[in-house]
């Protein structure tokens, strides 16, 4: 059986999972197996005795090997197997983040798998208090506004944050538009994007240190990055390949206010009755309500670049956040005015 992954982009993400349990423990990899390995209740407790000592799981999976799932055993006279990950997370919160789970195709240099990905993002995004622009909105968007200047705000925001959420989303977001629209001017601008996030979470203070170990984590990081661009796709044909080809890669992230959320569900209703000839002949005849669309579009249009900014000017509290519930935390009193200090 390989203890050991032969790939270095695997081995940064296991790295970057025992290095920030390193950090957050602030002790020697070693005393993770210790602290952690049969810890069931709460930091620091855990079924060490004079007699018996834990195997090195932790010093394995720094070098590579991917935690199973349910495959560590208790103490030598038990017979009850345990999932390291979970237990890990329930002694270290957000610690599983850190393993980056949705990326574990792309560093294994498996096909990319494009329905998998569309969730996995989904999921990211709301992680971060953030949701895709609807197709129809986006395309008021870059008719309006050729330069991405939206896209390219959320991604500073997205970098700033400094999260393995954050760059987990942006590898993705990239790695979808890749595989499905390769020519637009937005792979560029996501792979830039999705370096400097990298960059801005390996040189994360106390994460690595200054010398051997960051310099292997950027290797890794080129490895996998490496992946993402020539690895195949793998898109379902029919009806999904369609739709995804229209909807997906082009849709940026925005955080809404409850009012723009209203607007924009009215606008998706108006947008999905416009093949509908009765509705379009009722809002023919009806000027005043027809030009009430028009303003709403066009404040569609400015709120959403309004949200992109506002994520793009974090403010300095939050851009020293590495926890993803506490960045969360953080965006939100800063979107809120009432929530945030100063005049």
């Keep these: 059986m390989q203890v050991f992954s032969?790939?270095?982009?695997?081995?940064?993400?296991?790295?970057?999972y025992v290095a920030n349990l390193r950090r957050?423990?602030?002790c020697p990899i070693r005393d993770l197996d210790y602290r952690l390995l049969w810890a069931r209740n709460g930091r620091g407790r855990n079924e060490r005795t004079s007699t018996t000592s834990p195997p090195r799981i932790f010093s394995r999976i720094w070098k590579g090997k991917w935690p199973n799932n349910g495959g560590y055993w208790g103490l030598r006279d038990s017979a009850e197997k345990f999932n390291l990950v979970v237990r890990v997370e329930a002694n270290c919160p957000g610690s599983r983040a850190w393993l980056m789970e949705p990326l574990k195709?792309?560093?294994q240099?498996?096909?990319?798998?494009?329905?998998?990905i569309g969730e996995d993002i989904e999921h990211l995004a709301a992680r971060l208090g953030l949701?895709?622009?609807q197709p129809g909105i986006r395309r008021l968007l870059a008719e309006t506004d050729p330069?991405?200047?939206y896209l390219r705000a959320v991604n500073e925001y997205l970098i700033n944050l400094r999260s393995p959420s954050a760059v987990c989303l942006l590898t993705l977001w990239f790695i979808e538009a890749t595989c499905i629209r390769p020519r637009t001017p937005l792979v560029p601008m996501l792979h830039d994007a999705t370096v400097r996030g990298w960059r801005a979470l390996v040189t994360l203070p106390g994460l690595f240190n200054e010398g051997e170990e960051r310099q292997v984590a950027f290797a890794q990081v080129t490895a996998l990055l490496k992946n993402v661009m020539y690895n195949p796709a793998q898109i379902w044909p029919g009806q999904f390949a369609?739709?995804?080809?229209s909807q997906y890669p082009m849709s940026g992230f925005w955080a809404p206010t409850p009012q723009e959320l209203a607007t924009e569900s009215s606008l998706a209703e108006f947008h999905a009755n416009l093949s509908n000839p009765d509705f379009i002949e009722a809002w023919e005849a009806d000027l005043g309500r027809q030009q009430w669309i028009d303003l709403q579009l066009q404040a569609v249009r400015l709120s959403i670049m309004a949200s992109a900014l506002r994520c793009a000017c974090p403010s300095d509290a939050e851009s020293d956040r590495v926890n993803d519930s506490t960045a969360t935390e953080a965006r939100v009193a800063y979107l809120d005015p009432r929530r945030r200090a100063g005049p």
């Design 147 to 149: 330069s991405l200047s």
């Design 105 to 107: 195709r792309a560093a």
């Design 24 to 26: 957050e423990l602030g």
């Design 109 to 116: 240099s498996q096909p990319h798998r494009i329905d998998t």
């Design 131 to 133: 949701r895709r622009i």
């Design 242 to 245: 369609r739709s995804a080809r």
């Design 6 to 16: 032969a790939v270095p982009a695997v081995a940064l993400l296991t790295r970057l």
